[in-house]
Protein backbone atom coordinates (compact mmCIF):
# COMPACT_ATOMS: atom_id res chain seq x y z
CA UNK A 1 0.00 0.00 0.00
CA UNK A 2 2.85 2.04 0.69
CA UNK A 3 4.39 1.92 -2.90
CA UNK A 4 0.82 2.46 -4.22
CA UNK A 5 1.22 5.77 -2.52
CA UNK A 6 4.47 6.70 -4.00
CA UNK A 7 3.08 6.05 -7.16
CA UNK A 8 0.01 8.11 -7.06
CA UNK A 9 2.24 10.93 -5.50
CA UNK A 10 4.72 10.63 -8.54
CA UNK A 11 1.53 10.38 -10.71
CA UNK A 12 0.30 13.34 -9.29
CA UNK A 13 3.69 14.92 -9.35
CA UNK A 14 3.97 14.23 -13.23
CA UNK A 15 0.21 15.61 -14.21
CA UNK A 16 1.02 19.10 -12.61
CA UNK A 17 3.91 19.35 -14.25
CA UNK A 18 2.47 18.48 -17.42
CA UNK A 19 -0.46 21.52 -16.82
CA UNK A 20 2.31 24.02 -15.74
CA UNK A 21 2.40 25.68 -19.03
CA UNK A 22 -1.60 26.19 -18.92
CA UNK A 23 -1.39 26.31 -15.25
CA UNK A 24 -2.12 30.48 -15.43
CA UNK A 25 -5.76 29.47 -17.26
CA UNK A 26 -6.48 26.37 -15.29
CA UNK A 27 -6.11 28.92 -12.15
CA UNK A 28 -8.20 31.62 -13.36
CA UNK A 29 -10.61 29.07 -14.56
CA UNK A 30 -11.12 27.50 -10.98
CA UNK A 31 -11.02 31.48 -9.72
CA UNK A 32 -14.00 32.29 -11.85
CA UNK A 33 -15.86 29.35 -10.95
CA UNK A 34 -15.58 29.68 -7.58
CA UNK A 35 -16.95 33.45 -8.31
CA UNK A 36 -19.62 31.88 -10.39
CA UNK A 37 -20.33 28.86 -8.09
CA UNK A 38 -23.96 31.80 -6.23
CA UNK A 39 -25.10 31.86 -10.16
CA UNK A 40 -24.89 28.14 -10.53
CA UNK A 41 -26.69 27.50 -7.30
CA UNK A 42 -29.30 29.35 -8.53
CA UNK A 43 -29.72 28.04 -11.96
CA UNK A 44 -30.08 24.43 -9.76
CA UNK A 45 -32.75 25.71 -7.71
CA UNK A 46 -34.49 26.69 -10.63
CA UNK A 47 -34.06 22.84 -11.53
CA UNK A 48 -31.83 22.99 -14.02
CA UNK A 49 -29.38 20.17 -15.45
CA UNK A 50 -26.45 20.25 -13.95
CA UNK A 51 -24.40 20.65 -16.94
CA UNK A 52 -26.88 22.98 -18.51
CA UNK A 53 -26.03 25.27 -15.65
CA UNK A 54 -22.38 24.99 -15.49
CA UNK A 55 -22.56 25.06 -19.43
CA UNK A 56 -24.39 28.37 -18.94
CA UNK A 57 -22.17 29.87 -16.53
CA UNK A 58 -19.05 29.51 -18.05
CA UNK A 59 -20.27 30.45 -21.73
CA UNK A 60 -21.36 33.74 -20.53
CA UNK A 61 -18.62 34.57 -18.30
CA UNK A 62 -16.16 33.41 -20.99
CA UNK A 63 -17.94 35.60 -23.46
CA UNK A 64 -18.07 39.06 -21.52
CA UNK A 65 -14.39 38.51 -21.14
CA UNK A 66 -13.50 37.63 -24.42
CA UNK A 67 -15.30 40.47 -25.67
CA UNK A 68 -13.83 42.89 -23.14
CA UNK A 69 -10.28 41.92 -23.87
CA UNK A 70 -10.86 41.90 -27.46
CA UNK A 71 -12.29 45.45 -27.18
CA UNK A 72 -9.39 46.81 -25.48
CA UNK A 73 -7.04 45.55 -27.43
CA UNK A 74 -8.27 46.77 -30.28
CA UNK A 75 -8.77 50.04 -28.78
CA UNK A 76 -5.44 50.19 -27.37
CA UNK A 77 -3.71 49.29 -30.45
CA UNK A 78 -5.74 52.25 -32.63
CA UNK A 79 -5.27 55.12 -29.93
CA UNK A 80 -1.68 54.25 -29.96
CA UNK A 81 -1.03 54.22 -33.34
CA UNK A 82 -3.10 57.87 -33.47
CA UNK A 83 -0.99 58.85 -30.57
CA UNK A 84 2.47 58.22 -31.70
CA UNK A 85 1.52 60.00 -34.70
CA UNK A 86 0.13 63.14 -32.71
CA UNK A 87 2.84 63.10 -30.19
CA UNK A 88 5.17 63.42 -33.39
CA UNK A 89 3.83 66.63 -34.52
CA UNK A 90 3.77 68.10 -31.18
CA UNK A 91 7.55 67.43 -30.76
CA UNK A 92 7.98 68.59 -34.58
CA UNK A 93 8.80 72.29 -35.79
CA UNK A 94 6.08 74.66 -33.94
CA UNK A 95 4.55 71.90 -32.22
CA UNK A 96 2.87 72.76 -29.06
CA UNK A 97 5.06 70.12 -26.84
CA UNK A 98 8.52 71.04 -28.43
CA UNK A 99 7.42 74.70 -28.11
CA UNK A 100 6.34 74.18 -24.31
CA UNK A 101 9.47 72.47 -23.69
CA UNK A 102 12.04 74.74 -25.45
CA UNK A 103 10.67 77.33 -23.41
CA UNK A 104 11.06 75.32 -19.80
CA UNK A 105 14.59 74.22 -20.94
CA UNK A 106 16.26 77.57 -21.77
CA UNK A 107 17.07 78.10 -18.21
CA UNK A 108 19.17 74.83 -18.73
CA UNK A 109 21.59 76.49 -21.26
CA UNK A 110 24.33 76.77 -18.34
CA UNK A 111 24.78 72.91 -18.57
CA UNK A 112 25.18 73.04 -22.17
CA UNK A 113 21.46 71.28 -22.74
CA UNK A 114 20.13 73.30 -26.05
CA UNK A 115 16.68 73.38 -25.98
CA UNK A 116 16.12 72.77 -29.92
CA UNK A 117 18.46 70.02 -29.85
CA UNK A 118 16.74 68.00 -27.21
CA UNK A 119 13.66 68.77 -28.92
CA UNK A 120 15.03 67.61 -32.25
CA UNK A 121 15.99 63.75 -30.33
CA UNK A 122 12.26 63.68 -28.48
CA UNK A 123 11.36 64.26 -32.08
CA UNK A 124 13.62 61.54 -33.64
CA UNK A 125 12.51 59.22 -31.27
CA UNK A 126 9.03 59.52 -31.21
CA UNK A 127 9.37 58.89 -34.93
CA UNK A 128 11.64 56.00 -34.60
CA UNK A 129 8.84 54.66 -32.26
CA UNK A 130 6.27 55.04 -35.38
CA UNK A 131 8.69 52.81 -37.46
CA UNK A 132 8.68 50.23 -35.03
CA UNK A 133 4.50 50.21 -35.13
CA UNK A 134 4.93 46.52 -37.45
CA UNK A 135 6.78 44.74 -34.80
CA UNK A 136 4.39 45.76 -31.93
CA UNK A 137 1.45 44.91 -33.72
CA UNK A 138 3.47 41.32 -34.53
CA UNK A 139 4.19 41.65 -30.35
CA UNK A 140 0.53 41.74 -29.99
CA UNK A 141 -0.65 39.29 -32.11
CA UNK A 142 1.64 36.68 -30.55
CA UNK A 143 0.37 38.06 -26.93
CA UNK A 144 -3.11 38.05 -28.49
CA UNK A 145 -3.04 34.18 -29.36
CA UNK A 146 -1.56 33.52 -25.70
CA UNK A 147 -4.04 35.02 -24.21
CA UNK A 148 -6.58 32.70 -26.14
CA UNK A 149 -5.24 29.59 -25.19
CA UNK A 150 -5.34 30.66 -21.59
CA UNK A 151 -9.39 31.62 -22.08
CA UNK A 152 -9.66 28.29 -23.53
CA UNK A 153 -8.00 26.71 -20.44
CA UNK A 154 -9.95 28.87 -18.15
CA UNK A 155 -13.23 28.06 -19.83
CA UNK A 156 -12.66 24.76 -19.58
CA UNK A 157 -11.42 24.19 -15.76
CA UNK A 158 -14.33 26.88 -14.86
CA UNK A 159 -17.03 24.12 -16.54
CA UNK A 160 -14.99 21.30 -14.74
CA UNK A 161 -14.85 23.00 -11.12
CA UNK A 162 -18.81 24.17 -11.10
CA UNK A 163 -19.57 20.44 -12.14
CA UNK A 164 -17.29 18.60 -10.20
CA UNK A 165 -16.22 20.30 -7.24
CA UNK A 166 -18.28 18.38 -4.70
CA UNK A 167 -17.09 15.26 -5.99
CA UNK A 168 -13.26 16.94 -5.66
CA UNK A 169 -13.46 17.55 -2.14
CA UNK A 170 -15.10 14.11 -1.55
CA UNK A 171 -12.42 12.68 -2.97
CA UNK A 172 -9.65 15.03 -1.66
CA UNK A 173 -11.21 13.83 1.74
CA UNK A 174 -10.91 10.47 1.16
CA UNK A 175 -7.07 10.38 -0.77
CA UNK A 176 -5.19 12.81 1.49
CA UNK A 177 -3.45 11.99 4.84
CA UNK A 178 -5.61 14.58 6.95
CA UNK A 179 -8.65 14.39 8.65
CA UNK A 180 -11.62 14.77 6.43
CA UNK A 181 -12.63 18.14 8.29
CA UNK A 182 -9.50 19.71 8.00
CA UNK A 183 -9.50 18.29 4.25
CA UNK A 184 -13.32 19.89 3.96
CA UNK A 185 -12.34 23.39 6.07
CA UNK A 186 -8.82 23.65 3.60
CA UNK A 187 -10.39 23.62 0.76
CA UNK A 188 -13.95 26.18 1.21
CA UNK A 189 -11.33 28.31 2.73
CA UNK A 190 -9.34 28.07 -0.93
CA UNK A 191 -12.72 28.99 -2.88
CA UNK A 192 -13.61 31.46 -0.27
CA UNK A 193 -10.34 32.59 -0.53
CA UNK A 194 -10.11 32.31 -4.25
CA UNK A 195 -13.42 34.34 -4.77
CA UNK A 196 -12.73 37.50 -3.19
CA UNK A 197 -9.03 37.50 -4.44
CA UNK A 198 -10.36 37.19 -8.15
CA UNK A 199 -13.31 39.81 -6.94
CA UNK A 200 -10.78 42.27 -5.00
CA UNK A 201 -8.44 42.21 -8.21
CA UNK A 202 -10.90 43.15 -10.97
CA UNK A 203 -12.90 45.57 -9.08
CA UNK A 204 -10.03 47.84 -7.56
CA UNK A 205 -8.38 48.09 -11.77
CA UNK A 206 -12.31 48.98 -12.57
CA UNK A 207 -12.59 51.01 -10.30
CA UNK A 208 -9.43 53.06 -10.24
CA UNK A 209 -10.20 53.01 -14.22
CA UNK A 210 -13.58 54.88 -13.36
CA UNK A 211 -12.16 57.28 -11.05
CA UNK A 212 -9.43 58.13 -13.54
CA UNK A 213 -11.51 58.66 -16.28
CA UNK A 214 -13.74 61.18 -14.14
CA UNK A 215 -10.16 63.10 -12.91
CA UNK A 216 -9.19 62.97 -16.80
CA UNK A 217 -12.55 64.61 -17.99
CA UNK A 218 -12.42 67.04 -14.99
CA UNK A 219 -9.48 69.12 -16.44
CA UNK A 220 -10.07 68.98 -19.95
CA UNK A 221 -7.89 65.59 -21.37
CA UNK A 222 -9.67 64.30 -24.59
CA UNK A 223 -10.48 60.95 -25.06
CA UNK A 224 -10.70 60.55 -21.42
CA UNK A 225 -12.71 57.30 -21.43
CA UNK A 226 -9.74 55.65 -23.41
CA UNK A 227 -7.06 57.24 -20.51
CA UNK A 228 -9.20 55.38 -17.89
CA UNK A 229 -9.27 51.95 -19.55
CA UNK A 230 -5.84 52.19 -19.67
CA UNK A 231 -5.71 53.30 -16.03
CA UNK A 232 -7.65 50.03 -15.07
CA UNK A 233 -4.81 48.29 -17.26
CA UNK A 234 -2.17 49.51 -15.69
CA UNK A 235 -3.27 48.79 -12.03
CA UNK A 236 -2.30 45.33 -12.67
CA UNK A 237 1.52 46.68 -13.51
CA UNK A 238 3.28 45.40 -10.11
CA UNK A 239 4.80 48.37 -8.08
CA UNK A 240 3.90 51.40 -10.21
CA UNK A 241 0.69 50.53 -11.59
CA UNK A 242 -1.45 53.38 -12.48
CA UNK A 243 1.19 55.80 -11.84
CA UNK A 244 2.19 55.09 -15.45
CA UNK A 245 -0.32 56.61 -16.45
CA UNK A 246 -2.10 59.75 -14.41
CA UNK A 247 1.68 61.24 -13.85
CA UNK A 248 2.74 61.49 -17.44
CA UNK A 249 -0.62 63.23 -18.16
CA UNK A 250 -0.03 65.47 -15.30
CA UNK A 251 3.62 66.42 -16.33
CA UNK A 252 1.95 66.81 -20.08
CA UNK A 253 -0.78 69.22 -18.76
CA UNK A 254 1.89 71.09 -16.75
CA UNK A 255 4.56 71.29 -19.51
CA UNK A 256 2.11 72.44 -21.62
CA UNK A 257 0.93 75.87 -19.53
CA UNK A 258 -2.12 74.43 -17.64
CA UNK A 259 -0.51 74.50 -14.42
CA UNK A 260 -3.86 74.27 -12.44
CA UNK A 261 -5.52 71.19 -14.34
CA UNK A 262 -1.83 69.39 -14.16
CA UNK A 263 -1.59 69.86 -10.60
CA UNK A 264 -5.09 69.31 -9.67
CA UNK A 265 -4.52 65.80 -11.61
CA UNK A 266 -1.13 64.67 -9.78
CA UNK A 267 -3.32 65.65 -6.48
CA UNK A 268 -6.39 63.62 -7.42
CA UNK A 269 -4.00 60.76 -9.03
CA UNK A 270 -1.86 60.57 -5.72
CA UNK A 271 -5.13 61.10 -3.20
CA UNK A 272 -8.47 59.00 -4.93
CA UNK A 273 -6.65 56.88 -7.91
CA UNK A 274 -3.67 55.46 -5.56
CA UNK A 275 -4.61 55.50 -2.57
CA UNK A 276 -7.96 54.79 -1.85
CA UNK A 277 -8.36 51.70 -3.89
CA UNK A 278 -5.45 50.33 -3.37
CA UNK A 279 -5.25 51.10 0.34
CA UNK A 280 -8.34 51.22 1.05
CA UNK A 281 -10.88 48.99 -0.52
CA UNK A 282 -8.32 45.89 -2.28
CA UNK A 283 -7.23 45.46 1.21
CA UNK A 284 -10.73 45.14 2.29
CA UNK A 285 -11.78 42.50 -0.59
CA UNK A 286 -8.71 40.98 -0.53
CA UNK A 287 -7.78 40.35 2.75
CA UNK A 288 -11.67 40.23 4.25
CA UNK A 289 -10.91 36.75 5.47
CA UNK A 290 -11.74 37.06 9.45
CA UNK A 291 -8.58 37.21 11.26
CA UNK A 292 -6.12 37.78 8.59
CA UNK A 293 -3.73 40.90 9.35
CA UNK A 294 -3.38 44.15 6.77
CA UNK A 295 0.59 43.89 6.87
CA UNK A 296 0.15 40.04 4.96
CA UNK A 297 -2.32 41.42 3.22
CA UNK A 298 0.15 43.25 2.02
CA UNK A 299 3.10 40.92 1.86
CA UNK A 300 0.75 38.41 -0.62
CA UNK A 301 0.12 41.12 -3.36
CA UNK A 302 3.71 42.93 -3.59
CA UNK A 303 5.59 39.27 -2.50
CA UNK A 304 3.64 37.56 -5.21
CA UNK A 305 4.11 39.33 -7.74
CA UNK A 306 7.96 39.73 -6.97
CA UNK A 307 7.95 35.56 -6.64
CA UNK A 308 5.54 34.80 -9.31
CA UNK A 309 5.09 38.34 -11.95
CA UNK A 310 1.64 39.44 -12.77
CA UNK A 311 -0.39 36.36 -11.73
CA UNK A 312 0.84 36.48 -8.38
CA UNK A 313 -1.44 39.36 -7.45
CA UNK A 314 -3.97 36.54 -7.60
CA UNK A 315 -1.80 33.61 -6.51
CA UNK A 316 0.23 35.64 -3.77
CA UNK A 317 -3.15 35.89 -1.45
CA UNK A 318 -4.79 32.43 -1.97
CA UNK A 319 -1.29 31.18 -1.10
CA UNK A 320 -0.71 33.71 2.03
CA UNK A 321 -4.10 33.01 3.35
CA UNK A 322 -4.24 29.47 3.07
CA UNK A 323 -1.03 29.30 4.71
CA UNK A 324 -2.18 31.28 7.69
CA UNK A 325 -5.23 29.09 7.70
CA UNK A 326 -3.68 25.90 8.13
CA UNK A 327 -0.80 27.00 10.71
CA UNK A 328 -4.25 28.25 13.08
CA UNK A 329 -5.24 24.73 12.29
CA UNK A 330 -2.60 23.38 13.42
CA UNK A 331 -1.87 25.54 16.32
CA UNK A 332 -5.34 24.74 17.34
CA UNK A 333 -4.73 20.53 17.08
CA UNK A 334 -1.90 21.25 19.08
CA UNK A 335 -3.48 23.34 22.20
CA UNK A 336 -6.46 20.59 21.84
CA UNK A 337 -3.66 17.87 22.04
CA UNK A 338 -2.54 18.96 25.22
CA UNK A 339 -5.00 19.64 26.67
CA UNK A 340 -6.13 16.14 26.94
Known sequence: MKALGFLALAALTALLRIALPVGVGLFLGALLAFTLQPLYGRLRAHRWRAGTAALTCTLGATTIIAAVVAA?????????????????????????????GER??????????????????????????????????????????????????????????LLHWNEMVSRAEGMLPFEPRHTHALLDQFRKVGRQVLKGTVVTGLLQG??????????????????????????????????????????????TGHVGAGACELIYGVLVVGIIPDYVIRPKLVGSEKGVPAVFTFVSLFGGVEVFGLIGLVLGPVIVTLAIAILRTYDAELHAARRT
Open 72 to 100: LIALFITRSMSMVLTLSDLLGPHGALREA
Open 210 to 255: ALAAIGYAFTGLADPMFFGALTAVASLVPAVGTLLVWVPIGLYLLV
Open 104 to 161: HLKSLSVIHLQPASFAAKLQEGAMALGSRAASFTADAANATFGALLTLLFMALATYFV
